[in-house]
């Protein structure tokens, strides 16, 4: 099982850009599927989450500007951020914590990371 991150770029404050995360490999389930972020000098911290069954949450300071989907048939999760600012600026990595078809129970996996860049 594989994830690959895409989407970051170098945005100005105020505009937008959507991140995916597309998972390859045999997959039976997954649970949930998160997004994160790493700032220079700065731990990752988790930006937003979807389960299998839907359910989203979002850190404090993304709630209003993120939102997280995502596209079952796919096995992708995006992360579409509007109204970005500066301090959004970070490496932002996808994780999916899924049971392979291999594996009886569930097994966390990461991706690579995106970079996003919001210029003030």
């Known amino acids: 099982v594989q994830l690959q991150a895409s989407g970051g770029g170098l945005v100005q404050a105020g505009g937008s850009l959507r991140l995916s995360c597309a998972t390859s490999?045999?997959?039976?389930?997954?649970?949930?599927m998160n997004w994160y972020r790493q700032a220079p000098g700065k731990q990752r911290e988790l930006v937003a989450s979807i389960t299998g069954g839907g359910s989203t949450n979002y850190a404090n300071s993304v709630k209003g500007r993120f939102t997280i989907s995502r596209e079952s048939a796919k096995n992708t999760v995006y992360l579409q951020m509007n109204d970005l600012k500066p301090e959004d600026t970070a490496m932002y990595y996808c994780y999916a914590e899924l049971r392979p078809d291999s594996v009886s129970g569930s097994v966390g996996y990461w991706g690579q990371g995106t970079l996003v860049t919001v210029s003030s």
């Open positions: 490999g045999s997959i039976f389930s997954i649970n949930r």
